[in-house]
């Protein structure tokens, strides 16, 4: 590992954003199943409430939890490796450029950390989130996980679970950037702020610290869903699509067909649901990590 960030300590970042991921997504899987439909079905659902009522009402409430499962593995997954990645490559581009160039730069660092950490990370991710995307928009395509990943690599092969992945990096590296770095910066102002009003962070409480996260995931949470919205759009369709005559050209088609304002089908109930979990991630992550006595890499 990078500098003095051991594998012990990256461990442990990694555990507590396997967590933080894995816990939060899970809990939104209701709405993700909703934003799901609007996006694969527009001319069914006609919003957010229209969607809920629909699904319980010819489904079942018990259809809110399709792709449960994929989602708590594949999410704990990527958390594992963004976060941990994250502040590995946030230290080891800090150490490149030197003490004093890494302060005056450090908006460009986390940026590129990020992305970095998020390309690793949706690598894991990838196959378990064309497993829960197919289980939520073909109900009927498998009774379990476990029988759609199958049934995937067998109509499909191995690129199958992966021809969602040029635009889950689309969505998922712009939006990871914007997480960090919005998350970052925010509660760096905040922070700021407080101690210009006589309130030093050394002074503040984990309490009060993790309140900081919170307000801080939320703005983040909000400007990363609106940035990755169209990919996300795209990679709810490219998992219903014939990818015959490659990916490339079926995101095009998507592209084409959906239009600008149809890229940001179910915007709203997104922005809700990824402000609401961007928000728990770093409330876990930084709560776990105060618990575990991380201060992080000083800087």
């Known amino acids: 590992m990078a500098g003095d960030l ?33 996006q694969t079905n527009p001319a069914k659902y006609t919003g957010m409430v229209n969607g809920f009522s629909t699904i319980i009402k010819e489904e079942g409430a018990g259809m809110l939890l399709q792709g449960l499962g994929p989602t708590a593995v594949g999410y704990a997954l990527q958390g594992f490796f963004k976060f941990g990645f994250y502040e590995v490559f946030k230290k080891s581009y800090g150490d490149f450029v030197g003490p004093e160039n890494a302060a005056a730069y450090r908006i460009p660092i986390w940026l590129a950390a ?21 289980l939520v928009a073909e109900p ?12 995937i690599v067998k109509q499909e092969g191995l690129s199958g679970l992966y021809k969602g992945l040029p635009p889950i990096l689309l969505k998922q590296v712009p939006y990871t950037m914007a997480k960090f770095a919005v998350f970052e910066f925010t509660a760096e102002k905040v922070y700021q702020y407080l101690a210009a009003n006589g309130t030093p962070k050394e002074s503040m409480t984990d309490g ?3 309140s900081v996260s919170l307000g801080s995931g939320v703005v983040s949470g909000v400007v990363a869903a609106i940035v990755s919205q169209p990919a996300d759009t795209v990679l709810s369709k490219i998992n ?6 490659g990916v490339t050209k079926a ?24 402000g609401t979990l961007t928000a ?4 876990i992550y930084d709560g776990i990590k105060a618990m575990l006595g991380i201060t992080g890499p000083k800087k």
Not at 140 to 151: D, H, N, Q
Not at 240 to 245: A, I, L, N, P, R
Not at 280 to 283: E, S, V
């Open 6 to 38: 051991s594998l012990e300590l990256f461990l442990k970042y990694g555990m507590a954003g396997a967590l933080g991921c894995s816990i939060t997504h899970s809990a939104v899987v209701p709405l993700d199943v909703v934003k799901t439909r609007l």
């Open 114 to 134: 990020s992305a970095t950490a998020e390309t690793i990370a949706d690598i894991a991710l990838c196959p378990n989130e064309a497993c829960r995307i197919r």
């Open 140 to 151: 009927s395509f498998a009774k379990s996980p476990v029988e759609a990943f199958g049934k």
């Open 208 to 210: 009060q610290k993790l």
């Open 240 to 245: 219903q699509e014939k990818t015959d005559g």
């Open 251 to 274: 995101i095009g088609n998507i592209m084409r067909r959906l239009g600008f304002s149809g890229l940001f089908l179910g915007v709203g109930t997104r922005c809700f649901m990824v």
């Open 280 to 283: 728990g991630q770093f409330f």
